[in-house]
C-alpha cells in the first residue's frame, strides 16, 4: 500500500466478505509505505479499510490464488 500523503496515525483493517476481521495494523509516524502477506489467506473478497488521520475509506481487494 502506498500512501499518497503522510499521516500521522493509520488504522488498516482486513475483513473477509463474512464482516470477520483477518488482520489489522496501526501505524504512527511517516511511513509512505506498508506491506502485508496474504499467501496465508484463501482467495477470494476482502475489504480493507483504510483510517487515516480521521478519515476512512473501504477498498476491495481480491486475492486471485
Do not use: C
Not at 6 to 11: G, K, P, R, T
Amino acid at each position: 500500500i502506498d500512501l499518497l500523503q503522510s499521516a500521522e496515525q493509520l488504522s488498516l483493517s482486513l475483513f473477509n466478505l463474512d464482516g470477520q476481521l483477518v488482520w489489522s495494523q496501526e501505524v504512527t509516524g511517516p511511513d509512505s509505505r506498508l506491506t502485508f502477506a496474504m499467501e496465508d489467506m484463501p482467495a477470494g473478497h476482502y475489504v480493507l479499510k483504510v483510517k487515516m488521520n480521521d478519515v476512512s475509506e473501504n477498498l476491495i481487494i481480491q486475492k486471485i490464488r
